[in-house]
C-alpha cells in the first residue's frame, strides 16, 4: 500500500515540533531539540521520530511525505537581533530622514507595553545607517502625476557605490509610489543592469498603501530579510529533498495561510509571527468545531507566551503591525508575546523582587534540569521541584530532567537570596509567571473593548497545558480547552491551513461632515473596478487555481480619526446600496469594538484601503480521534505529591493523558502526562473529554 502523509512543523526557540497526518488516522506528534546553529538539524531530528515511529527509514518516510509545511521565527529573530542582510534604502530627495523620524507620534513609537509612559520612549536601532540611504530627485504628486523626472545617473552613481560599500540589498520607496509606480519600475530597471544579483524591494509591490513612514519601513525590512529568508529556505529544503522528500513545500505566512516557500523569499516580511500564526489557525479550525464564537488562544512554549484572539468567529488580524520596534504595513494575524516561556529564567533583582524572563535559557544550556551546562533557574526548574513535572517522563522519557540541578539552581539564585525554602521559591517562580500570563489574556481582551470572562481560553505548546489552569483561573475565564494536539499545535495549524494570498492598494474617498446618507458620497465604479483588479491579481497569485475563494474587504474610519476597521464587501457588483450596507456594518463593528453609541456617521466617514484575500485548500484529510477509555482506572499510573498554591503538597493521581476518550471525565486535583506535555488539574476543577478528545476544563471550582 503507498502510504500518504501530510506533515506540519514549527521551529521554536526551544523545541522543534512536528504533525504527521495521515487520511483516517489520528494526527501523530513528535517534538525535538531546536538546534539554533543550525535550524534544518532539529527539523530532520524530528522527521527522523516520526519515520521510527512508523517502522520506516528516514528516506523511505520522507518519500512519502506528499507534503510539507513549516512555520518559523527566523524571520522574527533575524529582525529582532539585527541579524538581516547590509540593506541600503534609496528614496525621495528631501525624505531621508523618514525611518527616523517614524510616526513623530512619541506617546507610542517605540514603546511597545510601555504606551503612556514617554520616560520608557526608545528609538528603534536603525537597520539601515544613515550613510546607507541615498535621496533620489524624483516626484509625483498625490493623483501620481509626474512633477519632477527620475534622475537615472543619480540611481546609477548610488548603486555602484553602495555596492562598493557592502550593501548586498536594496530597498526603493518613493514618495506616492503607491498610487504610481512608474518611477520605481524605472529604477528597477536601471537597478537591475548595474547590479543584478542584488535583493531588492520596491514599496509599491509589497505595499502599495497610504503611509510614507509604515511603507518605507515595510520595504526596508523586507530587504533586510530577504536575503537570510532565502537562505534558510533553500537550506531547508535541500535537507528534505537529501532526506528522499519529494513533495510539495510551503512556509507560513502571517497574515492567514501558507505561501509556496520558493515565494518566501520575496515576502519575507510577511513572514514575521509566521509560528504563532499557525496556532492561531490551528484554534479557529477547532473553534468552528465547537461552536467557541470568542477564543483567546494561549501557547508557551520554552521562550515566550503567545496570545491571540478569535472574536466572533474570526481570528484578530492587524493592519499596521510593530516588530522589533518598527511600524509595517503589512497585515498578520495580531499575537501579543511576553517573555513568559519554560526556560524563563527567575532571578531577583536589585531592590530584592523575585523577577521571572523575558531572558530565556532556550534550548542550549536550557533550564538547570536538563543537565546541559545552564545553572540558572527556570519555570521548568520550578514545575520539576514542585512535583508537577516528573523528571523520568519529560518528552515522554526520551529527555530525563535531573531534579537536584533544579534545587540547586533555585536555592543559589532565588531561595538564598530571599530567605524561602527552595519549595517556596518554586512556587513563587511559578505564580508570579502564571500572574504575568494572566495579566496578559486580561490585557489583549479589554484592550479591544471586550470582557476576557466571555471569553473560552485554547491552551497549547509544550508548556502551556501545564500553566492553563491557573492563569484562566487567574484571569477569571470558566472554561479552558486543550486539544489532542495541543504539543505541536502550531504546527497542526500549518499543515491544515489553505495556501493565503492578500493584495491591497489605497484609494482614498471622504464623505463630508453632515451627510445623511454617507455611501451616496462614495464612488461605487471605482471602488467596484480596483476590487475586481485585486481579485485578478489574487486570483494571479494562487496559479488561477479554480478552487481559490476571495474576500473583499474595505478599511473605513471617521474623519480625523487614526485607526481603521475593516469591512467585508459582499460578492458581487459595488452599488451604492452594498456600500450602504458596508457603511452601516463599519457603524455597528465600530460600536462593537468601542461602545454603544460611540459611532458618528454625521463626522463622515474615510475609505483609505481596499483589500483582497485569497484562499485555495491544500490538506484535505479526514482525521479519527485516537481510541481511549472512560474507564479512569486503566490510566491511572500513580500517585505523588504536587505543590499547587492553595493546598501546598497533597496528593495528586497521576494518568496516562493520551489514554482518555471521549466521555472520560475527572475532578482534580490530577496530573495528566502526555509525551509532549503535562496537563494539570486544579483542586476542585473538573474535565470532561469530548467527541474529538479534547479536554474541556471547568475552572470554576477555585473561584
Known amino acids: 500500500m503507498i502510504r500518504r502523509f501530510f506533515v506540519g512543523t514549527d521551529v521554536g526557540g526551544t523545541f522543534t515540533d512536528l504533525v504527521v497526518l495521515e487520511e483516517g488516522s489520528p494526527p501523530r506528534l513528535f517534538k525535538s531539540p531546536t538546534t539554533p546553529q543550525d535550524r534544518a538539524v532539529g527539523v530532520v531530528s524530528a522527521l527522523e521520530l516520526a519515520a521510527d515511529s512508523y517502522r520506516m ?59 503612556g509612559h514617554y520616560s520608557r520612549r526608545r528609538n528603534p536601532d536603525q537597520i539601515v545607517p544613515r550613510e546607507w540611504i541615498e535621496g533620489i530627485t524624483e516626484r509625483t504628486d498625490a493623483a501620481g502625476a509626474e512633477i519632477v523626472a527620475l534622475n537615472e545617473d543619480e540611481i546609477r552613481a548610488a548603486v555602484r557605490r553602495l555596492r562598493a560599500s557592502g550593501v548586498r540589498a536594496l530597498a526603493v520607496s518613493f514618495l506616492w509610489s503607491f498610487v504610481n509606480g512608474a518611477h520605481e519600475a524605472e529604477a528597477a530597471r536601471i537597478i537591475t543592469e548595474e547590479w543584478p544579483e542584488a535583493y531588492l524591494t520596491l514599496s509599491h509591490k509589497i505595499a502599495p498603501v497610504i503611509g510614507e513612514y509604515e511603507r518605507t519601513a515595510t520595504t526596508v525590512v523586507n530587504s533586510y530579510l530577504g536575503p537570510v529568508i532565502r537562505n534558510y529556505v533553500e537550506g531547508l529544503e535541500d535537507r528534505l529533498r537529501a532526506s528522499g522528500f519529494q513533495g510539495e513545500f510551503s512556509i507560513m505566512d502571517s497574515g492567514g495561510g501558507v505561501m509556496r516557500a520558493q515565494d518566501a523569499a520575496q515576502r519575507s516580511a510577511s513572514m514575521l509571527t509566521s509560528g504563532p500564526a499557525g496556532g ?151 505564580r508570579v509567571a502564571d500572574n504575568q500570563m494572566a495579566d496578559l489574556l486580561r490585557k489583549v481582551t479589554v484592550e479591544q473593548g471586550h470582557d476576557p470572562r466571555d471569553f473560552v481560553v485554547y491552551a497549547y505548546g509544550g508548556a502551556g497545558p501545564t500553566h492553563a489552569y491557573a492563569y484562566t483561573e487567574a484571569a477569571g475565564i470558566d472554561t479552558l480547552v486543550v486539544p489532542p494536539t495541543a504539543t505541536v499545535h502550531s504546527a497542526y495549524g500549518t499543515v491544515i491551513s489553505d495556501r493565503y ?14 451627510a445623511p446618507d454617507p455611501a451616496e458620497h462614495l464612488d461605487a465604479a471605482r471602488i467596484d473596478a480596483a476590487l475586481d483588479d485585486l481579485v485578478d491579481q489574487c486570483r494571479a497569485d494562487l496559479d488561477d487555481d479554480p478552487r481559490a475563494r476571495f474576500v473583499c474587504i474595505a478599511y473605513l474610519k471617521f474623519r480625523r480619526q487614526s485607526h481603521e476597521l475593516p469591512v467585508v464587501v459582499p460578492d458581487g457588483e459595488v452599488t451604492t ?48 480521534a485516537a481510541a481511549g477509555t472512560t474507564d479512569l482506572r486503566t490510566a491511572r499510573i500513580g500517585e505523588r505529591l504536587v505543590h499547587f498554591p492553595e493546598t501546598g503538597r497533597v496528593p495528586t493521581g497521576v494518568f496516562r493523558g493520551e489514554e482518555f476518550g471521549p466521555g472520560a471525565e475527572l475532578h482534580g486535583p490530577a496530573i495528566l502526562e502526555f509525551p509532549g506535555t503535562t496537563v494539570v488539574l486544579g483542586p476542585a476543577q473538573s474535565l470532561q473529554v469530548d467527541d474529538g478528545n479534547n479536554l474541556i476544563i471547568d475552572c470554576r471550582g477555585n473561584a
Not at 501 to 514: L, S
Not at 586 to 608: D, I, W
Request: proline share 5%.
Open 57 to 115: 527509514g528516514l528516506v523511505e518516510f520522507c518519500g512519502s511525505v506528499r507534503y510539507f509545511a513549516h512555520g518559523t521565527t527566523a524571520a522574527t529573530n533575524a529582525l529582532i537581533e539585527r541579524k538581516g542582510a547590509p540593506t541600503a534604502l534609496l528614496t525621495t530627495r528631501g525624505f531621508t530622514d523618514t525611518m527616523a523620524i517614524q510616526r513623530s507620534m512619541t506617546s507610542w513609537v517605540g514603546m511597545g507595553a510601555a504606551t
Open 280 to 430: 492561531v489557525l490551528a484554534s479557529l479550525a477547532l473553534a468552528e468545531r465547537l461552536g467557541h464564537r470568542n477564543v483567546i488562544t494561549s501557547d508557551m512554549g520554552g521562550t515566550s507566551f503567545d496570545v491571540g484572539l478569535i472574536i466572533e468567529g474570526a481570528p484578530l488580524v492587524e493592519r499596521v503591525s510593530e516588530v522589533g520596534d518598527l511600524h509595517l504595513a503589512m497585515p498578520r494575524i495580531k499575537v501579543t508575546a511576553i517573555g513568559a516561556g519554560g526556560g524563563s529564567i527567575a532571578s531577583v533583582d536589585e531592590s530584592g523582587v523575585l523577577v521571572v524572563g523575558p531572558e530565556s535559557a532556550g534550548s542550549v544550556p536550557g533550564p538547570a534540569c536538563y543537565g546541559r551546562g545552564g545553572d540558572r533557574p527556570t519555570v521548568t526548574d520550578a514545575d520539576v521541584v514542585l512535583g508537577i513535572i516528573d523528571p523520568a517522563y519529560f518528552l515522554g522519557g526520551q529527555m530525563p530532567l535531573d531534579p537536584a540541578l533544579a534545587e540547586k539552581a533555585i536555592r543559589e539564585h532565588v531561595a538564598g537570596p530571599l530567605g524561602l525554602s527552595v519549595e517556596e521559591a518554586a512556587a513563587g517562580i511559578r
Open 501 to 514: 494570498r492578500a493584495v491591497q492598494t489605497t484609494d482614498v474617498q471622504r464623505t463630508p461632515p453632515g
Open 577 to 624: 446600496e452594498v456600500l450602504r450596507g458596508v457603511v452601516a456594518e463599519f457603524k455597528a463593528v465600530y460600536e462593537r469594538v468601542y461602545g454603544a453609541g460611540t459611532a458618528l456617521l454625521g463626522a463622515g466617514v474615510e475609505l483609505h484601503t481596499l483589500r483582497v484575500e485569497g484562499r485555495v485548500s491544500v490538506t484535505e484529510v479526514s482525521e479519527t
